[in-house]
């Protein structure tokens, strides 16, 4: 479930709750004022019908007194107001006790009607003055529809009080289910934010202290949409691959160390080498000069010299052979270094994405904080319309109670939600801190991977000049081999032809010359690769001090 979706819910769910809860009270109000008409108009009606009885007894006792015109047409006048007033009364009536006294009454009139329309028509005095008697019996029953009517509304009015009690006592309750729904609801939507999202500044704040050891692959993947889990996912991913990167590098440089410790000794070798070389060369000097001076020793010496160019050509050969091993060593640590460096360019573009996928969360921080902006300026809307509607209320006195009280609801609802937006509000400039804090690491992240980059790119660079030098010396190597093999067949041409001893000594000597200048030559090469080597160890070491602030284990 998306962050938006969850928000949402925060907001609908209390606010559709106070909806369902203030429909309630507005039908409870409704049903007891329509239901209060009602009966207070029963009441009502059979006061005036016994005050139209009462009045039509005074008119025919009037008329039984003093018989004149205008006191017969009020009679009769009187008695079709109390009949229509009779009818009247009939129509609200609901109960079958008081629709069974009604008829009584109805009977009653009717024939006290008929006697005394008769008795108004005749001048029958007597029977006039007898009729308005007889209305006291239907007083009677008037009184007692009078006594059961007031007992009924007295009924319907403690049950209209239960019903207000009720209506009440469930808004009370529904205030309070309001609070503590919007209260759980909003402390789940938090906790489902927050938790994570301390959870993930924690692994962070490790990560940049440089401890790598978190389990991330223990949590339990699965394909979600909530915006802080799939952070969540892509920051394990980049510890992961951090972690990956940190132990290839680490086994790089234990390798390097080892393969410059290799390459050091065999440079030793060469040296040594070269060093018994030139002491050959120096022998074979002075072998030759001990020739121009003696020449009965020629042959004792010329076969010393052979033995010494053999020996020499079997060193050049082991030192060409060596030169072959270190070179293709020197090829494989050149590879090594160019592929550490892809690995090293692929973890800076990771970097970057993770930067990118943070910018892109906060983007969405924002339009939460927008909508949460929203959300608050409609409560102060209806805050305003609540105050607006208690005012109007206010206008309407006691009609309008119970729509002001509708009206306070409104308004401590306006107030909760602006409360609510509030939190969320506050809610989001923390995680605002928490993606910053984020965002710097990732940056500084990026700026190690571009420094180790240019570190594995100048250790490329070194190892492309060994392997030049390398090169260089396995030529001058082999160079040394095929001039000493040239030397050897000269030793030999020597020992056939004494009388050519001058000749081959002069030839010796120049050959003897070149090959202590190559010699010192070669010498000075494994000298500077020597040096090549060393500062390749001490760049080897520094990688491996630097990489001794992660821990992977």
Known sequence: MKLRTRLYILALVPLLIAILMIGFITLQVQQIQSSSQDNVQVLINVEKLRGQFVTTKQSLSNYAFNPSEGNKAESEAQLALTATTLEEMKTVLTVPSHQVIAAQIEDKLVKLDGVARTALSENDKAEINRQSIRISGIINDIHLLDIQTSAWYKQLTNNMERTVQFTITASIIGSILLVSLSIIFTWIVARRIIVPINALVKDAQLVANG???LHTSERKKKKTKYEVEQLRDAFGQMVSNLRSTVQSVDHVGTEVNEFTEEITSQMNILSESSNQIAISTDELSRGSQSISVDIQQAAELVGNMRNAFLQSVQNSKDSTD????????????????????????????????????????SSFTNKIEEAA???????????????????EAARAGEAGKGFAVVADEVRKLAEDSSKATQSISDMLAQMKEGINDIVE???????????????????EKSFSNIYTNV???????KDLSNKLETANAMSEDVLAAVENVSAITE?????TEEISASTDEQLHSFTRATEKVNELRNMTQSMKNELTKFKIK
Request: avoid cysteine.
């Open 211 to 213: 401890d790598l050891t």
């Open 322 to 361: 060596l030169s072959s091993h270190a070179l293709q060593s020197v090829s494989t640590g050149k590879e090594t270094i160019v592929k550490q460096l892809e690995l090293t360019e692929k973890m800076t573009a990771a970097s970057r994405e993770i930067k990118s996928s943070i910018d892109q969360f």
């Open 373 to 391: 902006t929203s959300v608050r300026g409609i409560a102060e809307q209806t805050n305003l319309l609540a105050l607006n509607a208690a005012i």
């Open 441 to 459: 690491s990732a940056n500084l992240g990026e700026t190690l991977s571009s420094n180790q980059a240019l570190s594995m790119s100048d250790t």
């Open 471 to 477: 090169t260089s010396v396995f030529e001058q190597l």
């Open 507 to 511: 030839e010796t000597a120049a050959g």
